[in-house]
């Protein structure tokens, strides 16, 4: 049986996993709609804000199916939120099954290679200028900074003059398995540092701003400046409840890291989906109406790609994060230890540049905004932008790459 509007779509290869993983993001939407279903019959009157077009358009239809239920049709509001709920399952999984067979594939050759040890490598996309040498995450590919022609920061600041040195942390094998941050951060970030041969302007993007944060404090005579980009700080300033929920989830996730060694993708992602359960969802229902010829539609598997292409994470580490950063918020309350030594934003003294996008549901503003407080004379730099459109979105260059251009010019 066909759902309902994809019978003439025509069966195509089914190219990819996403979004992962794919049991969950089925079963919460399977939760949602069954618990929509359930409780209609018992909903009053009262409705939520809607703070759109579509959506309201979907408020004045359910007031009319209220209105016809006073009036005796008592059927008419919960057949309304069936077929509601019908509509976004049937347009949920439309959506991923337009995502899995989409013929858009990343096509960008990797640069030549400045340094390597173990998984890692440092790629040397050129430029004539100072070296500018970005950190990314741990737990997702590099690639979300050379996402695709025209979505490439590095490949834009190389082209604007500064030297440009990506960091890729690589696969973690069986020596990186046993890494702990400070393993990371005084070791390979470190070396990599060295291996540039003059000071250079270091970028941590997310996490690897955390990473580039302690190795510009151990380090200042391999590091001239400092740029941060979305990277949270202060991991109780916005949720602190949730903040704990996510520790809470270091029991429950042992036997997986004491079998592989590392935490797994699958279940990073899990994690992520704590901070934003729905939101998935939701951006998948949104594709499957796009068209599938649109840059925008192009854009959104790249960025898909990248995120369901992810990265395990040392079981250290991923203990470390989980019940020191998101636990006992070790680098807010400036209990971060690398190398048996505080990390300590204030200690710094050197240019610093500090983006903190508005629209982040990934690193809320509140985390990112006291590291910029603690650094004395930091650039605040904050976009109209989210966590991963500043960064690689339609809207980077004038949200982060020109400005970031402009700062490193000035130095």
Not at 241 to 266: I, K, N, S
Request: charged share 20%; proline share 9%.
């Amino acid at each position: 049986m066909s759902l309902p509007g994809t019978a003439d779509v025509p069966p195509g290869p089914l190219l990819r996993r996403g979004p992962r993983p794919l049991l969950l993001h089925l079963t919460l939407a399977m939760l949602k709609s069954s618990s929509s279903v359930t409780g209609s019959p018992s909903l009053n009157g009262a409705l939520p804000g809607w703070s759109s077009a579509a959506a309201a358009e979907k408020a004045r239809s359910i007031a009319e199916a209220l209105q016809r239920a006073a009036a005796g049709q008592a059927e008419a509001f919960p057949r309304a939120v069936l077929e509601e709920a019908w509509r976004q399952d049937r347009d949920l999984i439309a959506g991923i099954a337009a995502y899995r067979r989409h013929p858009w594939r990343r096509d960008l050759a990797d640069p030549p290679v400045l340094w390597a040890e173990g998984g890692t490598r440092l790629l040397d996309f050129g430029g004539t200028g100072p070296p500018l040498l970005l950190v990314p995450s741990l737990v997702n590919r590099a690639s979300v900074l050379d996402l695709a022609p025209g979505r490439s920061m590095v490949r834009f600041l190389a082209a604007q003059g500064p030297r440009v040195l990506l960091l890729d942390w690589g696969w973690p094998g069986e020596t990186e398995r046993r890494f702990s941050l400070t393993d990371y951060i005084a070791g390979r970030l470190e070396r990599a540092l060295m291996a540039v041969g003059e000071k250079v302007v270091l970028a941590g993007y997310c996490m690897g701003g955390l990473l580039a944060t302690a190795a510009a404090q151990r380090r200042p005579d391999l590091v001239a400046a400092l740029a941060l980009l979305a990277t949270p700080w202060d991991f109780h300033a916005a949720d602190p409840e949730r903040a704990a929920q996510m520790a809470r989830m270091v029991p429950l996730l042992e036997p997986a890291m004491g079998f592989a060694g590392t935490l797994p993708v699958d279940l990073l992602q899990l994690l992520f989906t704590l901070l934003d359960s729905f939101g998935v969802a939701a951006k998948y229902r949104a594709f499957g109406r796009l068209d599938q010829d649109s840059d925008r539609a192009r854009l959104f598997v790249a960025l898909e790609d990248w995120l369901n292409d992810g990265v395990p994470l040392a079981a250290p580490v991923a203990r470390e994060c989980l019940t020191g950063w998101y636990g006992a918020n070790t680098p807010g309350r400036g209990t971060w230890m690398v190398a048996g030594l505080p990390v300590s934003p204030a200690a710094l003294n050197m240019p610093c540049f500090v983006a903190v996008p508005a629209r982040d549901r990934i690193v809320p503003p509140e985390s990112a905004r006291p590291l910029a407080a603690a650094i004395r004379g930091a650039v605040l730099h904050a976009p109209a932008a989210g966590h991963i459109g500043m960064a690689a979105g339609s809207g980077a260059e004038a949200a982060l790459w020109r400005p970031l251009l402009g700062w490193v010019r000035g130095l």
